[in-house]
């Protein structure tokens, strides 16, 4: 997936140096949409254009998956950077580098498939058959609704903007729009790209099958259970492509990528490097080791009856210092996971138990059991309702321990508070970035407590 010279207008982008502009154009290096995106090849490079934004830095390279795990309860940070450390104390201030980080990054990602989106349709081009064209439509509807999701997870409300970016000041006055109706406009992407796409199996590029994943764990986070149950068992039903696969290392050990537990991950290769894994490493690696599992999880994860196979995650420098190990490529090729299908089945199980009649709960536990076999466990004594829940919450933070969802699977099921012993509930959401609001007030009153 190497990165294109395409060049697109960035939303909501402001260099650290230039506070005092909406956004920074340099017309040396600004392109017209005509001359940009004109046939069905420059219609590719545009796509690919889009997903170069989504593997970025600031978005599921390193900056917006760090606010994943840095804000739960696995990671510390051995670094001296406070930014970092705030995330930890939860308490993050409207000058955080790493929010302003994720915020462009995720609105640059969100300005390239507007792009997209706005010209492909009137592309002429006689080799441009109807069904590449709907694939390069649907893969941008289908990263702008990932887009926007995480956007209302982290922040709540939000600018939400569709149409292409053409001056510095667009997009000035349009000021945020409530949590719902970003959470509205993420559902309204993917249904737009649902039958855009064709039902194959990629796990590098949106298809439809990638649509059902994603709109299971936009229904969980709605906590709308029967769809949730309904699209993640579309996924695992097809187990001839997507399978929890044995040992729990095997969906990344041994350099692999690409395997049948990957339903959507992001590729790097040893032009296009994955820094995330410097961070992760310690110095006799070539890494920083600036975040490291903390000690409760190394205690929780190296103990067979909770961790199992699953203690692969972390490992020892020569200091006796630990370590996360999902990240460990040489180069940094590792790819970055946004979707596994240990996540559909503890979505089911988790939708299930929610559901809450006998045999939902059956279904739950069996949900539960597939995850727990993968990682050398026995079956959960958990039975009732809330114990399942409990069960399953204890299950996703060892599964998904070096990925993007503690922090936010705390937050979706209101136990954020009582598990990180959070006393203000506005510390649920993230601040908008203050030299955002400085670009454009309309985007004041910032989230409460900021």
């Known amino acids: 997936m190497k990165i294109q010279s395409y060049i697109i207008l960035a939303l909501l982008s402001l260099s650290t140096a230039s506070c005092n502009k909406y956004l920074d154009v340099d017309p040396r290096a600004s392109i017209s ?16 254009g889009v997903y170069s934004s989504l593997a970025s830095g600031g978005y599921y390279s390193t900056t917006f998956q760090s606010i994943g795990y840095l804000s739960g309860d696995n990671i510390q940070w051995t670094g001296s950077q406070s930014q970092v450390q705030e995330f930890i104390n939860h308490n993050v201030s409207t000058g955080n580098a790493t ?21 492909v ?40 903007i569709t149409q292409p970016t053409t001056s510095p000041n667009d997009n000035i006055g349009l000021g945020r729009k409530p949590v719902a109706d970003v959470y509205a406009q993420a559902l309204s992407d993917l249904e737009t790209a649902e039958p855009l796409l064709t039902e194959t199996t990629d796990r ?31 996924i695992i039903g097809d187990n001839s492509n997507y399978t929890l696969i044995k040992p729990y290392s095997a969906f990344f050990a041994n350099n692999v990528r690409g395997t049948q537990e990957s339903v959507f991950e992001i590729f ?27 000690d409760a999880f190394v205690a929780l994860v190296n103990k067979a009856d909770s961790g199992g196979n699953r203690n692969v995650l972390v490992a020892q420098d020569n200091q006796g210092r630990w370590y996360g190990n999902l990240y460990y490529r040489t180069p ?19 939708a299930r138990a929610q559901l809450g009649t006998a045999n939902d709960l059956i279904g739950a536990r069996a949900d539960l059991n597939a995850v727990r076999d993968r990682a050398g466990l026995v079956t959960t004594t958990s039975v009732t309702q809330a114990d399942i829940l409990l069960s399953i919450e204890q299950e996703r933070r060892i599964e998904f321990a070096l990925e993007p969802h503690r922090w936010f699977d705390l ?30 007030p309309s985007l004041l009153p910032n989230n409460p407590g900021y």
């Not at 941008?140 to 999701?149: E, K, M, T, V, W």
């Open 268 to 294: 790097y290769s040893a032009t296009e490097l994955n820094n995330h894994r410097n961070q992760w490493q310690p110095q006799t690696n070539g890494g920083t080791r600036q975040w490291a599992p903390n």
């Open 204 to 234: 590098y590029r949106a298809t439809r099958k990638t649509v059902w994943a994603l709109k299971a764990r936009f229904y969980l986070y709605q906590k709308n259970w029967a769809k949730a149950e309904e699209y993640a068992t579309k």
């Open 99 to 119: 929010v302003s980080g994720a915020w462009v990054a995720i609105y640059q990602t969100i300005s390239r498939a507007n792009n997209v989106i706005a010209r």
């Open 121 to 160: 349709p009137g592309v002429q081009d006689a080799s441009f058959a109807d069904a590449d064209r709907n694939k390069i439509l649907g893969e941008a509807y289908f990263i702008r609704g990932l887009s926007y999701f995480d956007l209302a997870r982290t922040w709540g409300a939000a600018p939400i």
């Open 411 to 440: 937050v979706r099921t209101g136990r954020a508070q009582a598990v990180l012993k959070i006393t203000d509930p506005n510390k649920l959401l993230l601040p908008v970035p203050q030299e955002q609001i400085q670009i454009d």
């Open 332 to 350: 940094a090729a590792d790819p970055s996971f946004v979707i596994r299908i240990a996540e559909l089945y503890l979505i089911r199980a988790e």
């Open 33 to 48: 949409d005509e001359q940009t995106i004109f046939d069905k090849a420059s219609s590719q490079t545009a796509l690919n």
